[in-house]
């Protein structure tokens, strides 16, 4: 096969040059509409469903901002069965929620009210045994107070929620996800085990309660029985999941191809008609200091948070005839998605930053496959819950042909295979194999050793190389 022995040829270079960490390789992504910023900034349409969790089962796979699709029986493909599956590894992105405090227009910009009622997050501790391990849920009701000088009414005045907040909505989307895996893991492979076995399955959230909010549902949906359940967590000063762990090494990569006089830059000045429309409904000045003006971030999450759960677009709380139309939400659905394909595939840099910036749980990743490789890791399952800080570096890394904004649920899946004695490797995404760039090409059961010196040429091998480069050394 050609295409792997151009990948070994790669990696041999890289791997010469291990010596000089770190030797990632770029290759560009194919072309996609979205890699275009013409497209982004003078196109028409929405690149995707962005105003319902629910995709026809005809479309299923195409983006769905609200609920993007997943491992589920009726698009699985199944494996030719002289494969054995050893072990799955999954990384998703959180299910819908609340805007965070910080994309919500400020100073009483916002109009609509968002009611958590009977919705808010639920925080408490527990023991397993003893008086300590008799409690109850309890449940966060957010309010602001006429009494409380210091009250900053971020938009949502008199709102019960606590942003970010996972929304009932989400809550349901992350029982079906659950749902949807135990269907093929579960029931339709056989894989895993009828009851939770914790001494071989584990699930993951970080710092962000989110992820618990949607750990909640999708592990009740997989295992009704459970009446509650320990999550792994790192510490926030070094979690490798979200990630939250430091390295300047990564952040100035990516500082240097979003600085003045890249595309990065450019982009931002062409997209001044876009900003001048935004900022009329919201009132923002473009010289604020809240993010609004360094990418469409904000106004992106303001936007599709909103059509996401059913609520109409925004207009300016002093004149109710300038408002955000669906044609200019949707130019903020295409710049956001150009910013993502660029930060983490088309910059020639952006492969570098996307395995130094996510290097730490990608070095996770690989000591869990060499372990089953070896025969010392006895775990079948790890689930990771996640963000889109998380998924896109990931994604990044792989170099998937094309990039975008993964939205809310993306999930990606590792599957590892024996067959006499080899081992491969199938990524899946959206539920189905994940299409690179690399000489790879498609992820559907690249031999195990080839994934893995793809893998260091990202990483390093011990995790030494990577914890240089983090530092400057
Ligand atoms: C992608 O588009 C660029 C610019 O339009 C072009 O130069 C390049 O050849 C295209 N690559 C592929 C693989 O089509
Ligand atoms: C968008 O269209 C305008 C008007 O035709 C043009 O001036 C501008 O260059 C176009 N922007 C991009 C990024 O192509
Ligand atoms: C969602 O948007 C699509 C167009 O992108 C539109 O056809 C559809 O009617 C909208 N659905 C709802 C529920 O608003
Ligand atoms: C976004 O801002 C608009 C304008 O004030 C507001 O009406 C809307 O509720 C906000 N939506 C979200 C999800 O923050
Ligand atoms: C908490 O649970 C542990 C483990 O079951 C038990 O050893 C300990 O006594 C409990 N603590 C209290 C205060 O009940
Ligand atoms: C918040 O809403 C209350 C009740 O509707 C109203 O009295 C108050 O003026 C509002 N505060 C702000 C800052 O808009
Ligand atoms: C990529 O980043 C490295 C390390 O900072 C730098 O030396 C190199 O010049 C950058 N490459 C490009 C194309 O910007
Ligand atoms: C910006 O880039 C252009 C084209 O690459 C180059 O000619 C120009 O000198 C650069 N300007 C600055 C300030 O770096
Ligand atoms: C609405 O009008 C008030 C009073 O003039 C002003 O302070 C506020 O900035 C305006 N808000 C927007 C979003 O234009
Ligand atoms: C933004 O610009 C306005 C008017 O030009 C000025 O009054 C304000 O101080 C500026 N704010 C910041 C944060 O620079
Ligand atoms: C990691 O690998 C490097 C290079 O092979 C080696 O110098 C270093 O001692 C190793 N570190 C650990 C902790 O094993």
């Given amino acids: 096969m050609p295409i792997l022995s151009n990948l070994v040829l790669a990696v041999s270079v890289a791997g010469s040059a291990l010596a000089a960490f770190p030797s990632v390789v770029h290759y560009p992504p194919l072309n996609s509409t979205l890699d275009d910023l013409t497209f982004a900034i003078n196109g028409t349409g929405a690149p995707g469903i962005f105003n319902s969790s629910v995709t026809p089962d005809a479309e299923y796979g195409t983006y769905n901002w609200c609920n993007m699709p997943h491992v589920r029986t009726k698009e699985y493909k199944t494996v030719d069965l002289s494969y054995k599956l050893e072990y799955v590894e999954l990384i998703h992105r959180h299910h819908k929620r609340?805007?965070?405090?910080?994309?919500?227009?400020?100073?009483?910009?916002?109009?609509?009210?968002?009611?958590?009622?009977?919705?808010?997050?639920?925080?408490?501790?527990?023991?397993?045994?003893?008086?300590g391990s008799d409690v109850i849920p309890i449940q966060w009701n957010a309010f602001t107070s006429p009494s409380n000088p210091f009250t900053t009414i971020q938009g949502f005045n008199g709102s019960n929620c606590q942003f970010p907040q996972i929304s009932a909505d989400g809550i349901a989307d992350s029982w079906t996800h659950g749902f949807d895996l135990a269907s093929v893991y579960k029931d339709q492979l056989g894989f895993l085990p009828?009851?939770?076995?914790?001494?071989?399955?584990?699930?993951?959230?970080?710092?962000?309660?989110?992820?618990?909010?949607?750990?909640?549902?999708?592990?009740?949906?997989m295992y009704p029985d459970l009446t509650d359940y320990q999550v792994l967590i790192q510490s926030s000063s070094f979690d490798s999941l979200e990630p939250a762990f430091s390295c300047s090494g990564a952040n100035a990569v990516n500082a240097q191809y979003q600085a003045a006089n890249t595309t990065w830059a450019?982009?931002?000045?062409?997209?001044?008609?876009?900003?001048?429309?935004l900022d009329a409904v919201s009132?923002?000045?473009?010289?604020?200091?809240?993010?609004?003006?360094?990418?469409?971030?904000?106004?992106?999450?303001?936007l599709s948070a909103k059509q996401c759960h059913g609520f109409p677009l925004p207009c300016n709380v002093n004149n109710t005839d300038v408002c955000v139309d669906q044609e200019l939400a949707n130019t903020v659905y295409r710049l956001g998605n150009w910013e993502y394909a660029y930060n983490f595939r088309l910059a020639q840099n952006s492969t570098l930053?996307?395995?130094?910036?996510?290097?730490?749980?990608?070095?996770?990743?690989?000591?869990?496959?060499e372990g089953k490789v070896a025969g010392t890791n006895q775990d079948i399952y790890r689930h990771n819950i996640a963000h889109d800080g998380s998924v896109a570096p990931l994604m990044g890394a792989l170099q998937i042909a094309n990039g975008y904004w993964p939205g809310m649920g993306t999930e990606v899946v590792f599957e590892l295979y024996s067959k006499s004695?080899?081992?491969?490797?199938?990524?899946?995404?959206?539920g189905q194999p994940m299409q690179t760039s690399t000489p790879m090409g498609t992820l559907d059961l690249v031999d195990y050793n080839t994934f893995h010196?793809?893998?260091?040429?990202?990483?390093?091998?011990?995790g030494t190389?990577?914890?240089?480069?983090?530092?400057?050394?």
């Avoid at 604020?288 to 990418?295: A, E, F, I, L, Q």
């Avoid at 930053?353 to 496959?369: D, F």
């Fill in 98 to 131: 609340t805007p965070y405090a910080s994309n919500i227009f400020p100073n009483g910009a916002e109009n609509i009210l968002w009611n958590c009622d009977g919705e808010g997050p639920l925080t408490y501790g527990k023991n397993s045994t003893g008086p």
């Fill in 194 to 221: 009828k009851e939770l076995d914790p001494s071989r399955m584990h699930y993951r959230v970080t710092n962000n309660v989110i992820t618990s909010q949607v750990a909640g549902g999708l592990i009740k949906a």
């Fill in 266 to 277: 450019q982009h931002l000045q062409l997209a001044a008609p876009v900003y001048d429309k």
């Fill in 283 to 302: 009132g923002i000045p473009r010289n604020d200091t809240g993010g609004w003006h360094v990418s469409f971030d904000h106004y992106y999450d303001n």
């Fill in 353 to 369: 930053y996307s395995a130094t910036h996510y290097g730490a749980w990608i070095l996770e990743l690989k000591a869990h496959l």
């Fill in 421 to 430: 004695g080899s081992y491969f490797v199938r990524v899946l995404i959206g």
């Fill in 453 to 462: 010196a793809y893998l260091e040429s990202l990483v390093g091998t011990n």
């Fill in 465 to 473: 190389e990577l914890f240089n480069f983090c530092n400057g050394h």
